[in-house]
């Protein structure tokens, strides 16, 4: 498997060969420079580091700007890691080395999409977890539209068990969209749509990883 870094631009929709009307998502992959190689005997795994979308370098510090300067390429904003590529591609890579979209994909591929979902915040069990609430607003439950309800037993155990669906944190969570097709490549532009939806808002950094 290979993969690369890019950013969520937004949805739309395209005509396939046969006329079907696709829902796609575009995606703005790369170009990603090679600014770090790691190795088994070396660092104890083999990676690909690589960066991309330019920054100014004034705000970098020192050791970000050297660690750009050793690799040849100008200050980057987003720096990650990838472990998927094989050994003989890794072997393959050189420091600066430019890689684009088309280097990697091809229209009708299979990807998957790794993206961190839209944070809700703190949210009811309605929301989080689609209870239907008590209701029964008369009878003195004024106030209980939205509540979970009892949420232990009794005497024994006189505990909450772990698990419990409750209110809490909703969202923000890195999620893997799988078994999307690269449906177009536009390499002049560095754009990939691919059908579907996956987890994320726009100009959200996601990970394209070829099945």
């Known amino acids: 498997m290979s993969a690369l870094f890019g950013k969520k631009v937004g949805m739309t929709g395209v005509f396939d060969d046969q006329g079907q009307y696709v829902p796609v998502t575009v995606l703005e992959v ?17 990676a690909v580091q690589l960066a991309f979308e330019d920054m100014a370098e004034r705000k970098l510090n020192k050791p970000e700007k050297g660690h750009f300067d050793k690799a040849g390429t100008s200050a980057k904003r987003y720096v990650k890691e990838v472990r998927s590529f094989s050994d003989e591609k ?11 979209v088309p280097d990697i994909f091809a229209e009708g591929d299979v990807v998957h999409v790794v993206g961190t979902s839209k944070g809700r915040g703190f949210q009811g069990v309605v929301k989080r977890h689609h209870f239907g609430g008590i209701g029964q607003s008369t009878h003195g439950q004024s106030d209980r539209q939205r509540h979970p309800g009892s949420i232990g037993s009794s005497s024994y155990p006189s505990r909450v ?11 923000g969570k890195r999620i893997t969209t799988r078994n999307l097709r690269v449906v177009r490549i536009v390499a002049d532009q560095n754009l990939i749509l691919v059908s579907g939806s996956f987890a994320g808002a726009k100009n959200q950094v996601v990970e394209i990883v070829k099945a």
């Open 30 to 46: 790369g170009p990603c420079y090679v600014t770090q190689v790691k190795t088994k005997a070396r660092d104890g795994y083999a």
């Open 161 to 171: 068990f772990k698990g419990q669906r409750m209110g809490g944190r909703m969202g």
């Open 90 to 100: 890794i072997a393959s890579f050189a420091l600066g080395a430019e890689i684009k």
